[in-house]
């Protein structure tokens, strides 16, 4: 018979917090959200892998995929309209589905942000390369140097201030698009307004394309979430979470249309097509003859990759910090900075391996590689999260009586959009070592369902503390 008492431990860890409250408002949380997005990651370097399968139908499939993730930031709004804590996402599928599969989205999600945030200190080093050769700086400087950089500084900012970090993100990612919706501008009007034709009847492209397109998009788009995982130290959260939420999936998404019309249409015609260029950016500015665009603009994709990573950092690392006060990791990554409030273990751990994975990763391949490999492997994690979260909100809903036929129809329809990029995932199958990427993300799961497994036996009860505390705590 299994012994429930509740472990002494989780007893006094479990409902206490320890981070500032009330200090992030509805900017801070919005710079969250769009930072994770990272506007300036998709149009300086994603664009050109959704084109080469949507072609002139690059904008609907962003329109396409923003309005999928739409339905699920529905789903996670049931939750985050009702309740809120640190590392809510973990807490919200912990409370629709059990302790086991909160403590399963809390898993994947630090696979998601550690991608996402390697993909951050790699575009950092591939813009940080272009400027410095712009400036008339060249020579082999090590890539592991530039991850160093922008490891440390973030990791020092996220440490100092929550709020600052917050707040920087939203400056830096404002002032990059700002960068690029100037040169949107040249291409659009340079010439006189025309509308391209092919791109609005969708010339050429076919379902098949499209499909395996939203992949890349959703790898654009996630990341909107994040928010969430500031819950315990937002301020009026259950207001000010769910709207960015949505507003950042909103801002980002029609500037992902806007741009994919602009970037295909702005290099038609070209010495090359959109689907092989490294910088498309940079192309369009020598193209229309703004290559002063082109400092500014790698300028603001360095800072923009920067702030990918402190964001990532910062999301990541509060979902570390609840489930090791829930006894799921060591208790002192449970803990935090005695003058700053912030969860300085937790960031000080989850940093030293987003910089070890990549420094060891570079010396067997380049560094644009281990950018597409990050995010291709951080989409799945992505894609299960968003499952978890639109299967818990209605059982959740049931549990406190207030599932209704609309919340159960948006919760269908999200999880049936979510197929179309899952099925492009693995159809048609990938080249290797692409193709290995799954059953990577495979082995990270079981060996989470082994550590979860080896944690309940050594403390007895866990489970069942998870799941008082996530009933009864933040409602």
Excluded at 253 to 278: I, K, P
Excluded at 362 to 382: E, H, M, R, Y
Aim: glycine content about 8%; proline content about 5%; aromatic content about 12%.
């Amino acid at each position: 018979m299994t012994d429930t008492k509740i472990p002494p431990q989780a007893q006094t860890t479990i409902s206490v917090t320890g981070l500032r409250v009330a200090v992030l408002g509805f900017p801070a949380l919005l710079a969250q959200s769009i930072a994770l997005i990272s506007p300036t990651m998709t149009a300086a370097l994603i664009l050109p892998l959704a084109f080469s399968n949507a072609g002139e139908g690059t904008w609907m499939a962003y329109l396409f995929g923003t309005a999928m993730l739409l339905l699920v930031a529905f789903n996670l709004n049931q939750f985050a309209r009702r309740s809120t804590s640190p590392g809510s996402m973990y807490a919200y599928i912990g409370r629709g589905l059990g302790p086991v599969g909160g403590v399963t989205a809390g898993w994947t999600l630090l696979w998601c942000y550690l991608f996402i945030g390697i993909a951050g200190l790699t575009g950092f080093t591939i813009f940080g390369r272009e400027v410095l050769s712009l400036i008339g700086i060249h020579g082999a400087i090590p890539s592991v140097l530039f991850f160093a950089v922008s490891a440390v500084v973030a990791w020092a900012l996220t440490v100092r201030d929550v709020r600052l970090s917050s707040m920087l993100t939203l400056v830096l990612e404002g002032l990059s698009v700002l960068f690029i919706l100037a040169l949107a501008c040249v291409v659009l009007f340079k010439h006189g307004i025309h509308i391209d034709t092919d791109q609005v009847t969708l010339k050429g492209t076919s379902v098949r394309g499209m499909s395996f397109a939203v992949v890349a998009c959703i790898f654009s788009l996630v990341g909107f979430e994040s928010a969430t995982a500031m819950g315990g130290e937002a301020r009026d959260p259950m207001r000010t979470i769910p709207r960015a939420v949505i507003w950042s999936l909103v801002i980002t998404g029609l500037f992902f249309v806007v741009m994919g019309y602009v970037e295909v249409y702005g290099t038609r015609g070209g010495s090359a097509t959109l689907d092989t260029l490294s910088m498309p950016l940079n192309t369009l500015a020598e193209t229309y003859n703004v290559s002063y665009l082109k400092l500014p603009l790698s300028l603001g994709a360095v800072i923009s990759f920067f702030a990918l990573t402190l964001s990532c950092l910062n999301a990541g690392a509060r979902i570390i910090y609840p489930m090791a006060r829930h006894s799921v990791f060591p208790a002192i990554l449970g803990t935090t900075h005695r003058s700053n409030a912030t969860p300085a273990a937790a960031l000080t751990a989850y940093i030293l391996v987003m910089f070890a994975v990549p420094a060891i990763w570079s010396s067997q391949t380049d560094t644009l590689t281990i950018f597409n490999d990050a995010g291709t492997l951080a989409a799945f994690g992505f894609l299960l999260a968003y499952f978890l979260v639109t299967i818990a909100a209605p059982v959740y809903l049931r549990k406190i009586g207030e599932r209704t036929p609309r919340s159960i129809a948006l919760s269908a329809l999200a999880f049936l959009c979510l197929l179309v990029p899952t099925v492009g995932s693995f159809y048609p199958l990938p080249a290797w070592p692409v193709s290995l990427f799954p059953y990577l993300f495979l082995a990270f799961l079981a060996l989470g369902g082994i550590w979860l497994y080896v944690t309940s036996r050594r403390h007895r009860g866990i489970l069942t503390a998870i799941e008082t505390d996530l009933e009864t705590a933040h409602p």
